[in-house]
């Protein structure tokens, strides 16, 4: 069985501060890796996923984060928050051998104040 | 292109009721996965579809039920609903299994 841990419930943050959510994870087998943004009363939005090659990943506002392996972990940073940044992060994993289905953390409430 | 459409966004049922969900994933996706976040549990998978099968199922009882049809277009049931069923649905589509999925605004779904 795959389980995600967020280690964070609630994250806050000034704005232009660097940020770093945690994310790890639990597998027999390997995974695929993401992170995804849920803005208050919307779906949710991929923002990076690893699937292999470069352990670091990198989104187009910013965010990147890197899978470690050996820690089974997949953390998300950004040098400088936007207050457009508040939103709810969900870490997830996606085992190799089934396709289709995402196994969410808990989620990270990010709160960036001027 | 279109995004993933849900519908309906809002719905109000009453207890022991049945309902059906509709989500029109993106052109071209075949494989579309149902999701239900609620405070307490968070984002659970319920199901994926892909070329009108099932090939994964959550943890969820029976009640819960699904299908796919030949455009892809996919729909969730919940029979003799329950106060706990209240929850955000959400449906997701892929072009292939292992591929990003991309989420649908979801159904808000409240059972009194």
């Known amino acids: 069985a795959q389980s995600v841990t967020q280690l964070d419930s609630q994250v806050p943050v000034f704005e232009e501060a660097p940020v770093e959510l945690r994310c790890n994870y639990s597998s027999s087998v390997s995974v695929y890796l993401f992170w995804y943004v849920q803005y208050p009363n919307q779906g949710l939005q991929l923002l990076l996923k690893y699937l292999s090659g470069s352990t670091l990943v990198e989104s187009i506002n910013g965010f990147e984060a890197e899978f470690n392996k050996s820690q089974t972990s997949f953390h998300l940073r950004k040098p400088s928050v936007h207050i457009s940044d508040t939103a709810e992060y969900f870490c997830a994993v996606t085992p190799y051998n089934q396709g289709g289905k995402l196994i969410f953390g808990q989620g990270t409430e990010l709160s960036v104040k001027p | 292109k279109a995004g993933v459409t849900q519908t309906p966004r809002y719905l109000i049922k009453t207890r022991g009721q049945q309902v059906t969900l509709s989500c029109s994933p993106i052109?071209?996706?075949?494989?579309v996965s149902w999701y239900q976040q609620t405070p307490g549990q968070g984002l659970q998978f319920l199901f994926e579809y892909f070329s009108e099968t099932q090939r994964n199922k959550g943890n969820f009882p029976g009640r819960f039920s699904g299908r796919q049809f030949s455009n892809s277009r996919s729909e969730m049931n919940v029979s003799t609903l329950e106060l706990g069923d209240s929850a955000l649905y959400l449906c997701?589509?892929?072009?292939?299994?292992?591929?990003?999925?991309?989420f649908g605004p979801g159904t808000r779904l409240t059972v009194t």
């Open positions: 052109s071209g996706h075949r494989s």
């Open positions: 997701a589509s892929s072009l292939a299994r292992e591929d990003e999925q991309y």
